[in-house]
């Protein structure tokens, strides 16, 4: 499943709302997810079962040891279900994680700055017909950015495409528009560890 979380609101719109659709067209389909859910029965079998095969492998004989993976594989499968529910849980429910004697997680530390949305972008009309140049505050920890640009509605994802890419964020260049058309653009900053969040849009007619 898609992180929202990363994902700009433009972006995470049209992802939630193709979970509802799909919810709603389909209402078995969030019980068939709730089903993959272990409950205490099925924890409490895979433990044992995990638990039995590690105490009749110890003779390092080869079906015992098959046997071992399979029921480890099931383990890890069970209790990451419940162990990743648990964090989620823990956001609104902290005492979980000291209930369950789980600790939390660290914060990871990291030299590469978290790349930012860029503000305030400005458009004007390029040189030729059909360019457009932007301009954005640069981000701390972009190498370049990316320019996308949408002639329909802004708040539709699927209305966004590619328009350019460059380097120095003063001077942005999105080519080979239709004259007379407007458009809608947004830029977001790319560095080592991936892209940033897209900027607000700002529109502009192609001349």
Not at 134 to 140: G, T
Request: hydrophobic share 40%.
């Amino acid at each position: 499943m898609d992180n929202i979380t990363v994902s700009s609101s433009a972006e995470a719109m049209p992802k939630t709302a193709a979970v509802l659709v799909a919810i709603a067209k389909k209402p078995e389909l969030y019980d068939l997810i709730k089903s993959c859910f272990p409950g205490m029965q099925e924890l409490q079998e895979a433990d044992e079962e995990h638990k039995a095969a590690f105490s009749a492998a110890t003779d390092g004989a080869p079906e015992m040891a098959k046997r071992l993976k399979a029921a480890r594989q099931k383990l890890d499968r069970k209790f990451n279900i419940f162990f990743t529910m648990l964090r989620h849980a823990a956001v609104e429910h902290p005492d979980l994680l000291e209930a369950f004697g789980v600790p939390p997680e660290k914060v990871r530390r990291s030299n590469t700055p978290i790349l930012t949305s860029p503000g305030n972008v400005r458009v004007a009309h390029g040189k030729v017909a059909g360019e457009i140049v932007l301009r954005v505050e640069p981000v701390k920890g972009a190498k370049s950015y990316d320019i996308s640009c949408c002639i329909g509605d802004p708040s539709i994802e699927a209305n966004w495409r590619h328009c350019g890419v460059g380097t120095r964020a003063s001077h942005l260049v999105a080519e080979g528009l239709t004259p007379g058309t407007v458009y809608w653009f947004r830029v977001r900053a790319i560095g080592t560890n991936g892209k940033g969040p897209w900027s607000q849009f700002v529109s502009l007619m192609c001349v």
